[in-house]
C-alpha cells in the first residue's frame, strides 16, 4: 500500500502520459486525488492509458505534439474547461534516439531529440507558469536522467537535452520563487520503461552497469517521488534535482 499524499482538488497535466513513467505518475496523482490530463501523441496508448486509469479517478485525454506552441496553448485552454485550471505539470515527454557516436548522429536526429525532450518542457511552463503565479499557487516537476548529469557516451544530444532540463529547472525556480510555484527535477537512472525499444541492448547492459543497486529503477518508484515534489507538503525545495538512481548520482 502506497503511502498516501494529499492531492485533493488539484488539476495535473502529465506530458508523455501514456505510458513509461507518466502513466505511473498519472496514476499515483489520481490515487492521491488530483484530476490528471493525460498528454500523449499516441492516440491509440492514450486510449489504453485512459481505460486503465477509469477506476482511479477523473481522467482528460489530449492528443498533442508538445513541440507545438499553438497546441500547448490550446491545451491549456481545453484542460481548464474539462478539469479546471492547472496545479501542477509534469514535463514527462521524451524520446531516447538512436545509440550513436556523437560525431554520426544528423543534425535532424540532434534537432529532434532536443525540441522533444528539452524545448517541449519550456514550452509547456511557458505556457502554464503564468497562469500558477497569477493564482499563487503551483508545482512544476522536470523529468531529466542521470544522463543529464554525468553524460553517457553514444547518447550526446539526450544528455544535453536532459542536463538542460536540470538548468531549465534552476532558472524557472529562482524566477517563481516569490509566488509559491515551485520548480524541481528528477533525475531517474534507466527505467523499465518503453524507452529501453529505443536503445541497443549493449547501451542498456552499460546503464545497468553503473548502477550500484544493479537494476533499473521501477516507474512506480519514480511515480511515488514526483507524487511528493507536486504536494502542498513540498514547501520548500525549489529548482532542486533529486536523484533517483540506485546510488550511481548522489550529488
Not at 498516501?4 to 496523482?29: M, N, P, S, W, Y
Not at 492521491?32 to 486503465?52: I, N, P, Q, T
Amino acid at each position: 500500500m502506497a503511502n498516501q499524499i494529499d492531492l485533493k482538488h488539484k488539476v495535473a497535466v502529465v506530458t508523455g502520459a501514456a505510458r513509461g513513467f507518466g502513466l505511473a505518475i498519472a496514476e499515483r496523482f489520481l490515487e492521491s486525488g488530483a484530476r490528471v490530463s493525460l498528454w500523449d501523441m499516441d492516440k491509440r496508448a492514450l486510449d489504453d492509458a485512459e481505460r486503465s486509469l477509469k477506476a482511479k479517478g477523473k481522467t482528460g485525454q489530449i492528443v498533442i505534439d508538445v513541440t507545438d506552441e499553438v497546441a500547448v496553448e490550446e491545451a491549456v485552454s481545453q484542460t481548464a474547461d474539462e478539469l479546471g485550471p492547472i496545479d501542477i505539470l509534469v514535463n514527462n515527454a521524451g524520446i531516447a534516439g538512436p545509440n550513436r557516436k556523437t560525431w554520426e548522429y544528423t543534425p535532424g536526429e540532434f534537432r529532434r531529440i532536443l525540441e522533444v525532450n528539452l524545448t517541449s518542457a519550456f514550452i509547456c511552463s511557458a505556457a502554464i507558469a503564468p497562469g500558477m503565479k497569477e493564482r499563487g499557487y503551483g508545482r512544476i516537476i522536470n523529468m531529466s536522467s542521470v544522463a543529464g548529469k554525468e553524460g553517457n557516451p553514444n547518447a550526446a544530444p539526450y544528455s544535453i537535452s536532459k542536463a538542460g532540463m536540470i538548468t531549465l529547472t534552476k532558472s524557472l525556480a529562482k524566477e517563481l520563487a516569490d509566488s509559491n510555484v515551485l520548480v524541481n527535477c528528477v533525475t531517474p537512472a534507466a527505467g523499465r520503461t518503453d524507452i529501453l525499444k529505443q536503445m541497443t541492448p549493449e547501451h542498456i547492459a552499460y546503464m545497468v552497469s553503473k548502477i550500484p543497486m544493479a537494476r533499473l529503477v521501477e516507474p512506480k518508484e519514480v511515480a511515488a517521488l514526483v507524487a511528493w515534489l507536486a504536494s502542498e507538503e513540498c514547501s520548500f525545495s525549489t529548482g532542486a534535482t533529486f536523484d533517483i538512481s540506485g546510488g550511481r548520482s548522489t550529488y
